[in-house]
RNA sequence: GGCUACGUAGCUCAGUUGGUUAGAGCGCAGCACUCAUAAUGCUGAGGUCACUGGUUCAAUUCCAGUCGUAGCUACCA
């Protein structure tokens, strides 16, 4: 067999934050495979870093009284124990804020602009002038102009659901300095990723991608891709654009772009490794993102334009993953499931959890819920209670009959042929990152193990006289089976693995290693190999992990809201008071227009008698001209919250009945008085 | 509203191009065993494969719709 060369990144955890178990799937699930490929002999390469950039990292930073250099020193040194506590083993775990990542980050803008792939426009953005800095959309909050609740997001109400420009909030306010935001024009530089659409088309379908994942593209790719905007205004915690004085690169752009850096400076300390040789067009090595599925977009539409517009190869496949639920349920602080790296190791072994999450992991896009029951008997029965008490029950018995030393041939070798015979099926699901199929079969032979040394019974054998030998037999068998299964889980339980190695007294424990079974081979002293979670240590990281009463967030809005969408309170039969709360006005059509670019819309303008006049957008279109409406009265609901349309504001509803393709308008007769309140 | 997924035993999940009585592990009940970190083995109960229609000789599997879940998105006022 060929060794293969093999590039693999996970995604770059964000310096302002800890790692949580939601991250954790997605680590462990690299590292796995990782371990996996170098386990069969392939040379296979894990490299991340931490993302660095950004003003959430400045913000954050002068929260706490410190440099965003501070403050991404601190909190890498943190990431990078967290994964180590998780045996988690990379190649190189780098920063974005390098030297590597600078070179290579202009490199790429400079091949992209040399290639004419960048676009210069002015945009108009929220400013903060005290602060002097531009504002993105979540930094500006302020009273929600559609349903008036307070604090909301510069982008969309958690309340109303409703989305508008920073502007349009009515007290607008910068998150960062308390200022009235203005609106300010600036120079931007556009990545054209239009010109790429054709390539991505086919790239997401060439069998980069799971067929869900390029489902969704298709989204993007099958209608007007836009372009992207790579650059970001001074102050901004970054790297500066050649030629640019004053603007810098968007934290996403040098973010991806830390792969190929930590794999350079990985190279400057490697002999065996290459950086050209990994990255340039037409190479013949692979390269693997693992990422969850948050952030496809910027890994396969964004990322591969890049690499393709600066010369690169693109990358083998992204493999996509979903999100980790606790109990069924996203992850909440108020709950306690909000879990951080620390907090589980406080508390667990790391490796019941590796163990948990290959137990279930497939190569699908579905979230993972990780339910702690299941938890607490999954990882003890398989594990404890099957696959390790192969060896605990045999070996005592070895250590008895035969001074720990195996038998000189095995009383059942078809049956060890049949074990070894499934490694490659094991591995197929490995390679395919269908680690619970994998895991199923390990354990489904683990099954099979017991069964065979419950039949053979050396405990009955060794009470009667003169069946020493047997009794080693049938042990040496039990221990050479619980050696294959093993193997296949080094990858999973890499501490466990180095027990039983030093147990199994073996050099080594690749795949390549089982043909041949142990024999007239002298064991090492015997470990418990590994405890049982214990479900109260569980109940106690909960506890821990839960705020106190005082700093509880109250629990979000959003999920309320989407709630009361979904189930209205609204009961079928409503009472009078409920019924009068709507106020239905008659009114004419003084205006009425097509609304440019527009499929389905008229805008409308309205006397409503005292109320003034009103403008509404109506999505009648397919039914009315605007001659057909003018002059007319029609019945609107006045005290409907005003809504942000892509087109504009719509100050209420006019009422239509039918369908979306028969439509007709409410209208009062003529002689009815516009304003006047129907009831 | 639209789009993309998903909805199979109490729990976690398999179910290959539609083909007989729908599988596994855990959990549960009973029995056996006692070497093993109270572990193991055997037997068993448990499912209108979300719901409703359709295509077909035949549908968990294909199609349409409904409901529910997750995410994205909007020209819903």
Known sequence: MSQREILVTSALPYANGDIHLGHLLEYLQTDMWVRFQNARGNMCTYVCADDTHGTAITLRA????????????????????????FLIKFDNYYSTHSDENRELAELIYKRCKEGGFIATRDVKQAYDPEKGMFLADRYVKGTCPECGAEDQYGDNCEVCSATYAP??????????????????????????????????????????????????????????????????DAPYFGFEIPDAPG??????????????????????????????????KGSTTELYHFIGKDIVNFHAL?????????????????????????????????????????????????????????????????DMDLNFDDFVQRVNTDVVNKLVNIASRCQGFIGKFNDGKLAAELPEPQM??????????????????????????VMALADRANEYIQAQAP???????????????????????????????????????AKAQSFLNVADLNW??????????????????????????????????????????????????????????????????????????????????????????LSVTLDVGELGERHVFSGIKACYQPEDLLGKNVVLVANLAPRKMKFGMSEGMILASGDDKNISVVMPPEGAKPGDRIS
């Open 512 to 601: 390549g290693s089982i043909e041949q079974p142990l024999l007239d081979h002298q064991l090492g002293k015997f470990e418990p190999l590994m405890q049982r979670v214990d479900g109260k240590a569980v109940a106690k990281m909960l506890e821990a992990n839960k705020p106190a009463e005082a700093e509880k967030p109250a629990d979000k809005p959003k999920k309320k809201a989407k709630k009361e969408k979904q189930a209205p309170e609204t009961p079928d039969v409503i009472d009078f008071n409920d019924f009068v709360k709507v106020d239905l006005r008659v009114a004419k059509v003084v205006k009425c227009d097509h609304v440019e670019g527009a499929d389905k819309l």
């Open 459 to 497: 405990w009955k054998l060794a009470k009667e006289e003169g069946k020493g030998d047997e009794v080693v037999a049938v042990c040496s068998q039990g221990i050479n089976l619980f050696r294959v299964l093993l193997t296949w889980l080094t990858p999973v339980l890499p501490n466990m693995a």
């Open 167 to 232: 502007l349009d909030l009515k007290d607008a306010y910068s998150v960062v300095s308390g200022a009235k935001p203005v609106e300010k024009s600036s120079e931007h530089f556009f990545f054209k990723l239009p010109e790429f659409q054709g390539m991505l088309k086919e790239w997401t379908r060439s069998g980069t991608l799971q067929p869900e994942v390029a489902n969704k593209l298709a989204e993007w790719l099958d209608g007007e891709l836009l372009e992207w905007d790579i650059s970001r």
């Open 302 to 366: 964004f990322w591969p334009a890049m690499l393709d517009a600066a010369d690169f190869r693109k990358p083998n496949a992204v493999n996509v993953h979903g999100y980790v639920t606790i109990n069924g349920e996203k992850m909440s602080k108020s709950r306690g499931t909000f879990i951080t790296a620390r907090t589980y190791l406080d508390h667990l072994d790391p490796e019941y959890l590796r163990y948990y999450y290959a137990a279930k992991l497939n190569d699908k896009v579905d």
């Open 416 to 441: 060890y042929a049949d074990f070894v015979a499934k490694s490659e099926e094991i591995a197929e699901r490995f390679e395919a990152r269908q680690f619970s199929a994998g895991v199923r079969e």
């Open 62 to 85: 002068e929260k706490e009284g410190i440099t965003p250099e501070q403050l991404i020193d601190r909190v890498h040194g943190e990431h990078y124990q967290d994964f180590q506590d």
């Open 247 to 280: 603007k810098y690169f968007y934290v996403w752009l040098d973010a991806p772009i830390g792969y190929m850096s930590s794999f350079k400076n990985l190279c400057e300390r490697r002999a065996d490794l290459d950086f050209d040789h990994y990255w340039k």
